[in-house]
């Protein structure tokens, strides 16, 4: 019981930095708001490194997925004929935005990925309930969407979602088999 | 006013709006840099605002949040 209480604690530790970075790459980014691109940005960045790994096991590297990012909005904009000069490309112009005052507020994938964490968070308490909460689960509640820039960046990226949803998993098993 | 048989074909929509959240993002990148620059040279939220086509009090809202205090990287 005072084990699956310190979780919680640490749980919402790990939920308020996942926010915040996410708000801070999202606004370094010239946007207001974070969307799911940034929120896995952020959890790629949580000092557990199984979002790290999840990517090391579908044989990408994760440095690329803001590269990868940018890329995708080149790509979106070639498909209609603009096509941006290199020096002009979408991640060379960071155009970094006052952050945000009062509530945080989200992007609509963003709110929708959370939504999808508490999910397969509650699911997974039902059979350890003392399990924290990890970068891979972020993973893995993302990549339950089918469309938006996250999952574009991972195409761009060459990586099949549903490969890195299955890594995800395999990273959080992994690291209850390690916990003592 | 822009032509719709100018507009490029949204046969497949996935690629169709993926174009729009991209140009949604490129404006709005655009207009952050260049209210910013116009308030460097001395322009008033009110010509901004005309400029814009919106309400003084629109482009305020919309705007002098994000360009105040810039986080750096």
């Known amino acids: 019981m005072f084990h699956t209480v310190k979780q919680r604690f640490r749980d919402m530790r790990t939920i308020t930095a996942l926010c915040s970075g996410a708000e801070k790459l999202a606004n370094a980014d010239g946007q207001k708001e974070p969307a799911t691109e940034h929120l896995v940005l952020s959890a790629l ?133 390690a916990q003592p | 006013m822009v032509k719709l048989k100018l507009l490029p074909s949204a046969d497949d929509p996935a690629e169709a709006l993926a174009a729009v959240v991209a140009l949604r993002l490129m404006a709005e990148k655009l207009e952050i840099a260049a209210v910013k620059a116009a308030l460097e040279q001395g322009w008033s939220w009110s010509q901004i605002a005309e400029a814009l086509g919106v309400s003084k009090q629109a482009a305020h809202k919309r705007l002098a949040n994000s360009l105040s205090k810039p986080r750096s990287e």
């Open chain 1, 45 to 177: 960045e949580l000092p557990d490194g199984t979002a790290r790994k999840a990517f090391e096991r579908v044989h990408a590297d994760s440095n690329g997925f803001r590269a990868a990012i940018a890329r995708q909005y080149e790509d979106a904009l070639q498909n209609i004929g603009i096509s941006l000069a290199p020096d002009t490309a979408i991640e060379d112009e960071p155009i970094a935005v006052a952050e945000g005052k009062g509530l945080f507020k989200s992007q609509a994938s963003f709110s929708s990925v959370m939504q999808t964490l508490y999910e397969v968070k509650n699911e997974e308490q039902k059979t350890d309930s003392a399990a924290p909460l990890l970068g891979a689960h972020v993973l893995l509640a993302a990549t339950s969407a089918q469309y938006g820039v996250a999952m574009r960046a991972l195409r761009a990226m060459g990586v099949d979602p549903a490969k890195l949803a299955e890594a995800a998993r395999a990273e959080i098993a992994a690291s209850r088999m």
